[in-house]
Nanobody, 122 residues
Framework: QEQLVESGGGLVQAGGSLRLSCAAS????????VGWYRQAPGKEREFVAA????????YYADSVKGRFTISRDNAKNTVYLQMNSLKLEDTAIYYC???????????????WGQGTQVTVSS
C-alpha cells in the first residue's frame, strides 16, 4: 500500500530555513503528483505547494511563492520542500499527499497521518 511519510520539521527562528522531506514507499512507479499542505492551530488545512510527476511543473500558494521551493528526486522516491525566509505564520503541521483533486486544492483523505511540525519563533 502506498505511503508517504513526512520528516524534517523542527523549531527555527523567523528568517531561517528548513527542508522537509516526503518519502514514498509501496509504489513501483514514479508517475504521481505530490502536494504539500499545512494546518495551523485553529485553522483549516491549506495548500502549500505541488509538483508534477516529472518535476517540471510546480505550483505554489501565494503566501509561500518566492520563499518555498518544491522539488523531487524520483530515484529516491522523495519530494522535498525547501522553506526559506520563514515567518511566524508558517508555523503549522505540514503534510504531503498525492492529490486526488485539482493540484492546488486540499485533497480529500480520511487519514492524514502525523505530518511534521514546523514552528517558527520570533
Amino acid at each position: 500500500q502506498e505511503q508517504l511519510v513526512e520528516s524534517g520539521g523542527g523549531l527555527v527562528q523567523a528568517g531561517g530555513s528548513l527542508r522537509l522531506s516526503c518519502a514514498a514507499s509501496g509504489r513501483t512507479d514514479r508517475t504521481y503528483n505530490v502536494g504539500w499542505y499545512r494546518q495551523a492551530p485553529g485553522k483549516e488545512r491549506e495548500f502549500v505547494a505541488a509538483i508534477g510527476w516529472s518535476g517540471i511543473n510546480t505550483y505554489y500558494a501565494d503566501s509561500v511563492k518566492g520563499r518555498f521551493t518544491i522539488s523531487r528526486d524520483n530515484a529516491k522516491n522523495t519530494v522535498y520542500l525547501q522553506m526559506n525566509s520563514l515567518k511566524l505564520e508558517d508555523t503549522a503541521i505540514y503534510y504531503c499527499k498525492v492529490p486526488n483533486r485539482a493540484l492546488t486544492e486540499v485533497p480529500e483523505y480520511d487519514y492524514w497521518g502525523q505530518g511534521t511540525q514546523v514552528t517558527v519563533s520570533s
